[in-house]
Protein backbone atom coordinates (compact mmCIF):
# COMPACT_ATOMS: atom_id res chain seq x y z
CA UNK A 1 0.00 0.00 0.00
CA UNK A 2 3.03 2.42 1.55
CA UNK A 3 4.67 1.38 -2.35
CA UNK A 4 1.81 2.01 -4.30
CA UNK A 5 1.50 6.05 -2.79
CA UNK A 6 4.84 6.65 -3.19
CA UNK A 7 5.03 5.41 -6.56
CA UNK A 8 1.98 8.04 -7.52
CA UNK A 9 3.73 10.92 -5.22
CA UNK A 10 6.72 10.18 -7.42
CA UNK A 11 4.50 10.26 -10.27
CA UNK A 12 2.89 14.00 -9.87
CA UNK A 13 6.36 15.40 -8.76
CA UNK A 14 6.82 17.29 -5.17
CA UNK A 15 3.57 19.14 -4.13
CA UNK A 16 3.77 22.67 -4.80
CA UNK A 17 1.59 25.12 -1.74
CA UNK A 18 0.12 27.94 -3.64
CA UNK A 19 -0.50 31.55 -2.50
CA UNK A 20 -1.28 31.81 1.30
CA UNK A 21 -4.56 34.56 1.51
CA UNK A 22 -1.61 36.54 3.29
CA UNK A 23 0.94 36.21 0.84
CA UNK A 24 -1.76 37.55 -1.74
CA UNK A 25 -3.02 40.23 0.42
CA UNK A 26 0.53 41.56 0.67
CA UNK A 27 1.01 41.32 -3.09
CA UNK A 28 -2.05 43.09 -3.92
CA UNK A 29 -1.08 46.04 -1.02
CA UNK A 30 2.45 46.43 -2.55
CA UNK A 31 0.43 46.87 -6.09
CA UNK A 32 -2.17 49.20 -4.84
CA UNK A 33 1.22 51.07 -3.17
CA UNK A 34 3.43 51.33 -6.36
CA UNK A 35 -0.11 52.47 -8.52
CA UNK A 36 -0.82 55.32 -5.96
CA UNK A 37 2.85 56.72 -6.66
CA UNK A 38 2.90 56.12 -10.05
CA UNK A 39 -0.43 57.64 -11.47
CA UNK A 40 -0.08 61.01 -10.06
CA UNK A 41 3.45 61.05 -11.69
CA UNK A 42 2.14 60.59 -15.19
CA UNK A 43 0.20 63.68 -16.02
CA UNK A 44 2.91 65.95 -15.00
CA UNK A 45 5.18 63.68 -17.18
CA UNK A 46 2.97 64.01 -20.05
CA UNK A 47 2.83 68.08 -19.17
CA UNK A 48 6.07 68.09 -19.08
CA UNK A 49 6.31 66.92 -22.52
CA UNK A 50 3.85 68.94 -23.86
CA UNK A 51 5.67 72.21 -21.99
CA UNK A 52 9.15 71.14 -23.56
CA UNK A 53 7.69 70.57 -27.23
CA UNK A 54 6.07 73.82 -26.64
CA UNK A 55 9.43 75.77 -25.76
CA UNK A 56 11.21 73.90 -28.80
CA UNK A 57 8.63 75.38 -30.78
CA UNK A 58 9.26 79.09 -28.83
CA UNK A 59 12.74 78.67 -29.62
CA UNK A 60 11.87 78.64 -33.59
CA UNK A 61 10.06 81.35 -32.71
CA UNK A 62 12.79 83.53 -30.65
CA UNK A 63 14.97 82.72 -33.62
CA UNK A 64 12.85 84.09 -36.39
CA UNK A 65 11.99 87.56 -34.15
CA UNK A 66 15.60 87.64 -34.17
CA UNK A 67 15.53 87.28 -38.03
CA UNK A 68 13.17 89.40 -38.52
CA UNK A 69 14.55 92.58 -36.43
CA UNK A 70 18.04 92.37 -37.67
CA UNK A 71 16.47 93.36 -41.31
CA UNK A 72 13.83 95.72 -39.65
CA UNK A 73 16.20 97.94 -37.74
CA UNK A 74 15.94 96.20 -34.66
CA UNK A 75 11.95 96.70 -34.53
CA UNK A 76 9.47 94.06 -33.56
CA UNK A 77 6.53 92.94 -36.15
CA UNK A 78 3.30 95.28 -35.99
CA UNK A 79 0.58 92.57 -35.03
CA UNK A 80 -2.46 92.60 -33.14
CA UNK A 81 -2.93 90.69 -29.51
CA UNK A 82 -4.74 87.57 -30.56
CA UNK A 83 -5.09 86.25 -34.13
CA UNK A 84 -8.70 85.99 -35.13
CA UNK A 85 -11.54 85.12 -34.26
CA UNK A 86 -10.19 86.64 -31.06
CA UNK A 87 -11.23 90.65 -29.86
CA UNK A 88 -8.18 92.56 -30.01
CA UNK A 89 -7.81 95.83 -29.92
CA UNK A 90 -5.68 97.15 -33.03
CA UNK A 91 -6.03 96.56 -36.73
CA UNK A 92 -2.84 95.03 -37.05
CA UNK A 93 -2.35 91.85 -38.91
CA UNK A 94 -2.16 88.54 -36.92
CA UNK A 95 1.50 87.99 -35.85
CA UNK A 96 2.17 84.74 -38.13
CA UNK A 97 1.34 86.87 -40.63
CA UNK A 98 3.43 89.91 -39.99
CA UNK A 99 6.39 87.30 -39.82
CA UNK A 100 5.09 85.39 -43.16
CA UNK A 101 8.20 83.94 -44.48
CA UNK A 102 10.42 84.15 -41.10
CA UNK A 103 8.72 80.66 -39.83
CA UNK A 104 8.53 77.79 -42.31
CA UNK A 105 6.07 75.72 -40.76
CA UNK A 106 2.45 76.71 -39.44
CA UNK A 107 3.12 73.83 -36.96
CA UNK A 108 5.71 76.34 -35.13
CA UNK A 109 2.42 78.12 -34.26
CA UNK A 110 1.11 75.18 -32.55
CA UNK A 111 1.47 74.85 -28.76
CA UNK A 112 1.13 70.39 -28.74
CA UNK A 113 -1.33 71.30 -25.17
CA UNK A 114 -2.76 73.61 -27.05
CA UNK A 115 -6.92 71.38 -27.07
CA UNK A 116 -8.66 74.51 -28.81
CA UNK A 117 -7.60 77.69 -29.89
CA UNK A 118 -5.12 77.00 -32.62
CA UNK A 119 -8.05 74.67 -34.66
CA UNK A 120 -10.94 76.92 -33.35
CA UNK A 121 -12.71 77.34 -36.61
CA UNK A 122 -14.19 80.82 -37.80
CA UNK A 123 -15.03 82.56 -40.99
CA UNK A 124 -12.94 85.47 -42.41
CA UNK A 125 -14.34 88.46 -44.14
CA UNK A 126 -14.01 87.03 -47.65
CA UNK A 127 -16.53 84.28 -46.49
CA UNK A 128 -13.43 81.30 -45.79
CA UNK A 129 -13.55 79.23 -43.55
CA UNK A 130 -10.36 79.64 -42.08
CA UNK A 131 -8.95 78.28 -38.04
CA UNK A 132 -7.09 80.62 -35.57
CA UNK A 133 -3.72 78.90 -36.34
CA UNK A 134 -1.80 80.18 -33.63
CA UNK A 135 -1.48 79.48 -29.41
CA UNK A 136 0.44 82.29 -28.42
CA UNK A 137 -0.60 85.52 -27.35
CA UNK A 138 2.11 89.11 -28.41
CA UNK A 139 3.09 91.76 -26.52
CA UNK A 140 1.55 94.70 -28.46
CA UNK A 141 3.75 97.38 -26.39
CA UNK A 142 6.48 96.48 -28.67
CA UNK A 143 4.10 96.36 -32.28
CA UNK A 144 5.83 97.69 -34.48
CA UNK A 145 8.75 99.27 -32.16
CA UNK A 146 12.12 98.87 -30.85
CA UNK A 147 13.05 97.72 -27.49
CA UNK A 148 14.68 101.08 -26.71
CA UNK A 149 11.68 103.24 -28.20
CA UNK A 150 9.04 101.46 -26.22
CA UNK A 151 6.82 102.23 -23.13
CA UNK A 152 8.55 99.13 -21.40
CA UNK A 153 11.69 101.25 -21.49
CA UNK A 154 11.07 104.61 -21.32
CA UNK A 155 8.69 104.61 -18.69
CA UNK A 156 9.22 101.31 -17.17
CA UNK A 157 12.84 101.37 -17.50
CA UNK A 158 12.84 97.49 -17.89
CA UNK A 159 15.49 95.42 -19.51
CA UNK A 160 14.97 92.97 -23.05
CA UNK A 161 15.46 90.10 -20.33
CA UNK A 162 12.29 91.51 -17.92
CA UNK A 163 9.86 92.38 -20.62
CA UNK A 164 7.43 89.76 -22.13
CA UNK A 165 6.75 89.32 -25.53
CA UNK A 166 4.45 86.26 -26.00
CA UNK A 167 3.15 83.83 -24.14
CA UNK A 168 0.96 80.56 -24.06
CA UNK A 169 -2.62 81.39 -25.01
CA UNK A 170 -4.22 79.85 -22.55
CA UNK A 171 -6.36 79.64 -19.23
CA UNK A 172 -9.32 81.85 -19.15
CA UNK A 173 -12.41 83.11 -21.03
CA UNK A 174 -11.90 84.72 -24.60
CA UNK A 175 -14.20 86.97 -26.12
CA UNK A 176 -14.49 86.47 -30.13
CA UNK A 177 -14.90 88.86 -32.96
CA UNK A 178 -18.79 88.30 -32.91
CA UNK A 179 -19.55 88.42 -28.86
CA UNK A 180 -18.51 84.80 -27.92
CA UNK A 181 -17.27 83.97 -24.60
CA UNK A 182 -14.85 80.79 -25.13
CA UNK A 183 -13.32 79.16 -22.22
CA UNK A 184 -9.71 77.82 -22.28
CA UNK A 185 -7.94 75.58 -20.08
CA UNK A 186 -4.94 75.44 -18.80
CA UNK A 187 -2.08 74.35 -21.80
CA UNK A 188 0.45 73.22 -19.01
CA UNK A 189 1.01 73.88 -14.94
CA UNK A 190 3.14 76.66 -15.45
CA UNK A 191 3.06 78.52 -18.98
CA UNK A 192 5.77 79.28 -21.16
CA UNK A 193 6.83 82.75 -21.85
CA UNK A 194 8.82 84.31 -24.18
CA UNK A 195 11.10 87.37 -23.21
CA UNK A 196 12.33 90.18 -25.84
CA UNK A 197 15.65 89.50 -25.62
CA UNK A 198 14.92 85.74 -26.80
CA UNK A 199 15.01 83.98 -24.03
CA UNK A 200 12.24 81.84 -22.41
CA UNK A 201 10.94 80.59 -19.14
Not at 87 to 93: A, H, R
Not at 143 to 153: E, L, P, Q, W, Y
Request: charged share 25%; proline share 7%.
Amino acid sequence: MRRSSDRRARAHGPSRPGFSLLELIVAISIIAVLIGILVPVVPRVRDGARKAACAANYHGIAQAFQMYRDEHERTYPAARYMPPPWLSGDEDPPLRDAMAGYIETDEAWRCPGDPVVFDFPYTDDAGAERTTSMSYTYQTGLSGVTHDGSIFRRLLRQEPADTWLSHDFDGGGFETQDGRIIQVGFFHHRRNILFADGHIE
